[in-house]
């Protein structure tokens, strides 16, 4: 797929694009008001060109490149570009959540040839996932509340900015604390544990 369309970048990169790198010149200095705004600019720019590319709001891919931002923008040199990267990055994870498509709709494909027969079995599937779901939310926030709230904000359809104002957290905060309650509920649900 091509990312060479100039509607998108306007869009993404607003009208200075030399602001993130004055931004992510402070937030290297330690400057954590800095590193704030710096990841704030990239989840709107993010954002954008995620909504371009997939026609959709994702932003659960937006917040995980943003994580992976986060984790490791300090190791990139003076002289590496930033931006290109952190774009690179963000790309990487479309290309995932395309090949989890690809591989859900398979896996989709197989369990819907073999539960036609038992369509009674989808109900009381969905039933236990229900349940399931249910034990687990109530096991994360037994916990640890913060994860529980996040993940029901979250999931409520709320966004960053407002989940960041009802839980008095930085948007850098709050990706990560959402990234750690979404890997607990995760590995719940795979293996009815937190």
């Known amino acids: 797929m091509e990312y060479s369309d100039p509607e998108w970048r306007k869009q993404a990169h607003g009208r ?24 704030q600019q990239l989840s709107v720019r993010f954002g954008v060109f995620v909504r371009y590319i997939l026609r959709r709001n994702e932003e659960e891919i937006v917040q995980e490149a943003c994580l992976t931002v986060l984790k490791k923008y300090r190791t990139l040199g003076p002289s590496d570009n930033f931006q290109a990267w952190a774009f690179g990055v963000l790309k990487n994870k479309i290309g995932n959540y395309f090949e989890r498509q690809k591989r859900e709709q398979k896996r989709m494909r197989s369990d819907s040839s073999t539960h036609r027969s038992v369509e009674w079995a989808d109900e009381e ?33 709320f966004s960053c900015a407002d989940v960041c104002q009802r839980l008095g957290i930085s948007p850098n905060n709050a990706y990560v604390t959402l990234n750690r309650a979404r890997q607990m509920l995760k590995a719940c649900l795979d293996k009815d544990r937190v």
């Open 16 to 39: 200075d694009m030399g602001k993130i790198d004055q931004i992510l010149a402070k937030a290297r200095a330690g400057d954590e008001e800095a590193e704030n705004e710096l990841f």
């Open 125 to 157: 599937r969905i039933r236990n996932l229900k349940l399931t779901l249910n034990r687990c939310l109530e096991k994360i926030d037994e916990r640890n509340p913060r994860y529980g709230q996040i993940l029901v904000l979250s999931y409520q359809g």
